[in-house]
């Protein structure tokens, strides 16, 4: 079972983003919601991580620039990407994170290409 990222594009450098990824209610409300994001050739990398009550971290490179947030409501986990650069480019992948262990296999991700 996958959690579908979309909101993917492409984008000049500079621009703007927003990724979206849903998942059920439950795991929704009691795991932290994670975002990676994996570049050509390289790993899969964390980009930013919220908790269920809305702590969030976000990886050096990206703060500043990426805000994650998530709305109970939708049970939707939001990755809004400002000031993007061609080294952001990559497959971008949401997952749910509890108790040291990812929910769900990634999927295929969303691709994210930022032009210079």
């Excluded at 996958?2 to 990824?21: D, H, N, T």
């Excluded at 993007?84 to 497959?91: H, Q, R």
């Amino acid at each position: 079972v996958q959690l579908q990222a979309s909101g993917g594009g492409l984008v000049q450098a500079g621009g703007s983003l927003r990724l979206s990824c849903a998942a059920s209610r439950i795991i929704f409300s009691y795991n932290d919601m994670v975002w990676y994001r994996q570049a050509p050739g390289e790993q899969r990398e964390l980009v930013a991580v919220i908790s269920s009550t809305d702590h969030t971290n976000y990886a050096d490179f990206v703060k500043g620039r990426f805000t994650i947030s998530r709305d109970n409501a939708k049970n939707t986990v939001y990755l809004q990407m400002n000031s993007l650069k061609p080294e952001d480019t990559g497959v971008y992948y949401c997952n749910a994170l509890g108790a040291g262990t990812y929910k769900f296999t990634w999927g295929q991700g969303t691709l994210v290409t930022v032009s210079s």
